[in-house]
């Protein structure tokens, strides 16, 4: 598999590396965000 990923042309790899980049940042955004929703629905309404 290894090999494989470098026998890949350097354009290829920053693309593969940029998609996972991305998603991995998207998937951790909304986790993030579904956390702070559920964080601010138990703490008490603001005055």
């Not at 350097?10 to 693309?15: F, S």
């Amino acid at each position: 598999m290894l090999e494989y990923i470098q026998s890949l042309p350097l354009w290829a790899i920053k693309a593969l590396a940029m998609t996972l980049g991305v998603l991995l940042a998207v998937g951790f955004g909304l986790l993030f965000f579904r956390w702070l929703r559920n964080l601010s629905a138990k703490l008490p309404p603001r005055e």
